[in-house]
C-alpha cells in the first residue's frame, strides 16, 4: 500500500507540474500583453486613485463590480496602456495625475473627464453599463468599459494644442483632443474594427472619424505617428492641422491630402 500510495502520489504531482505549465503558457499568450521594459515606469504619472461608487445599488454598479474586482489595478492598467500609447519613454512630457477622483453614478450619458493640473474627475454612468449588458453578456460590458476609459485616461495624459484658444472656444483644438483620445482607443482595440467606423466626413469632425483616419495613418506611413502627433503640441506654436502632420511625416504631407489617400484606401470614395 505504501509502494501504491507512493506511486500515485508521484503521478499526481507529474499531473499538477504539467497543468501548471500548460497554464503558465496559456496565460501568457492570452491573458497577458508583453511589456516593454520600460512600461511600468509610466506608473509614476499617477499616484492615487480615489474610487468612489455613488450608486451602490444601482444594477449598473453590480454589474461593474463583477466585472472589475479591482477598480485601482484595472484603472492603473489601463492608464499605463494611454501612457504607453501617447508617448515614446516614461520620461517625456507627461502630465503628472496627482489624485484621479472615479466615480460610478447614476445619471445619463456614459463618461466624461473634467479637472487639470493633476487633479483629474472621471464619472462613468451605471445606466450605461447596464444598457450594455442588454444581452446578458459580460465580455460586452467589459469590452465597453474599457474603451470607454481608454477615451477618458487618454484626456487626462494627453498634451494639448498651444496658440489656438481652448476645448470650448476652437473647434480645431476640440476635435484634436477627441480625435487622439478615440485614437487611442482604436490603437488599443477598443472599438469593433471596421464596424464602429464611420464612413465620410473630414479629419476635423473628432471622436471616430479622426480616430480611425490617425490610425491608418499609424499602420500605413509611420507607426509612432499617434506619438508625434501628441509631440506636435510642444513643436508646433501656434498648433495646426498640417503644421502637426509634418512635423510628424515630412514636409511633403498635408492633412487634406492624407485625408484624400485614407478614404481612397479604405474605399469610402473612388477618385
Known sequence: ?????ATMALAALCITIFLACGTSH???????????PTTMGFDRHLNHIIFTDKAPKS???????????????????????VMQTLYFSPNDSIPMCRTLHYTLEDIDGISA??????????????????????????????FETRGVLLHELTHAFQLEPQGI???????????FIEGMADAVRVACDGFHGETDRPKGGSYKDGYRRT???????????????????????????????????????????????????????????TQ
Request: glycine fraction near 8%; proline fraction near 2%; charged fraction near 20%.
Open 26 to 36: 496559456r496565460s501568457a499568450n492570452t491573458n497577458r500583453t508583453p511589456q516593454h
Open 211 to 269: 480616430g480611425y483616419f490617425f490610425n491608418w495613418v499609424r499602420e500605413h506611413k509611420d507607426k509612432d505617428f499617434l506619438r508625434k502627433m501628441n509631440r506636435s503640441t510642444l513643436e508646433v506654436i501656434p498648433w495646426s492641422w498640417d503644421g502637426a502632420v509634418q512635423y510628424a511625416l515630412g514636409t511633403q504631407y498635408t492633412m487634406d491630402g492624407l485625408w484624400h489617400e485614407y478614404q481612397l484606401a479604405i474605399g469610402d470614395i
Open 113 to 142: 473627464k473634467n479637472g487639470d493640473n493633476g487633479n483629474i474627475s472621471i464619472f462613468y454612468s451605471t445606466r450605461h453599463v447596464e444598457k450594455s449588458f442588454e444581452q446578458q453578456d459580460t465580455a460586452k460590458v467589459l
Open 59 to 81: 444594477k449598473g454598479a453590480h454589474i461593474y463590480h463583477t466585472i472589475v474586482s479591482n477598480p485601482d489595478a484595472y484603472i492603473r492598467d489601463v492608464a499605463r496602456t
Open 165 to 175: 484658444g481652448n476645448y470650448g472656444s476652437n473647434r480645431t483644438f476640440w476635435a
Open 1 to 5: 500500500m505504501k509502494h501504491y500510495f
